[in-house]
């Protein structure tokens, strides 16, 4: 798999404020690739620089294969910001060939893809509906509509499923894993960690302006594991007491237990064995993303405050 986009030592300052400060990261071509962070980590900073509203202070970005070219790049960039940017007052069929034809595309190609688009996303009621006259879940089908239909290699969502039901956010999804497995690659980025967690591929995590964490879902998972097992029995025993483990938590016939530096998960299910205990079901638990992120941001802030303080 070949690499669509190379950020290597991006700097971006604001008076005394380091938005970004020494990022780098790479992303690979047909991957969904999620950005993180809290309110004020960079974010939005890092994806004005790569979509060339922008310019980093130094460093160099590198988009399918050479140098970027913002004026030239543009066109293979479709980015939907969380700030939407439609026009109210226009009907939305006169606004999406309008933004189409921005994007390159002749008035019969963007007239194609437009009713291909709204029939996928059962919008083709909406043509002479004015933007001003949408909900917040349709305004934003319209949004993202006008991001992927000139097919861009690069597709940058800011928080996509905002407003959306659970019915139109599966539709949205389904989408974005369908353009992925064309070739285009997804930046994804939003405060929904579960959302992360389910599309991602790839994630890197920033956090006052600096990369903090970056690597595949599975890989930051098994990171910051915690030996932390759920065994289930047909009923639960008297007596728990192992040097091999230790009970943090118990509820109807499941153990919740971390295992000893020293010992692993197979002498947890010997000593149960020995005991001729009925295991129903025995399971890592491995920490959720919004757990690692929690955990990461605020111990970031910590070390923060104590260099201030120093």
Known sequence: MSTILALENLKKHYAAQKAVDDISFTIEQGSIFGLLGP???????????????????????QFDGRAFDPIEDIIKIGYMPEERGLY?????????????????????????KIKFWFKRLEMETWWNKKVEDLSKGMS????????????????????PFSGLDPLNANLIKDEIYGLAQRGSTVIFSTHRMEQVEEIC??????????????????DIKQ???????????SE???????????????KANELIVKIEDGY???????????????????????????????????????????????
């Open 140 to 159: 934003q089908k319209l949004q993202f509509v006008t991001t992927v239909l000139h097919e861009p290699k690069l597709i940058i969502l800011d928080e």
């Open 39 to 61: 309110n004020g980590a960079g974010k939005t900073t890092l994806l004005r620089m790569i979509t060339g509203i922008f310019y980093p202070d130094s460093g160099n970005i």
């Open 223 to 233: 990171q910051f594991k915690e030996n932390k097992f759920s065994i289930k029995l």
């Open 236 to 250: 639960l025993p008297v007596d728990t007491a192992s040097n091999a483990f230790n009970v943090i938590d118990q």
């Open 201 to 218: 591929d790839h994630i890197v995590l920033v956090n006052l302006g600096k990369k903090i964490l970056d690597g595949t879902v599975g």
């Open 88 to 112: 109210k007052k226009m009907k939305i069929g006169e606004q999406a060939l309008y933004l189409a034809q921005l994007k390159g595309l002749s008035k019969h190609d963007a007239m194609e």
């Open 264 to 310: 692993k998960s197979n002498d947890v299910l010997n000593y149960f064995l020995q005991k001729q205990h009925n295991i129903e079901s025995f399971n890592e638990i491995l920490p959720s993303l919004n757990e690692i992120f929690i955990d990461l941001v605020e111990g970031t802030h910590a070390t923060a405050r104590a260099f201030q303080k120093n």
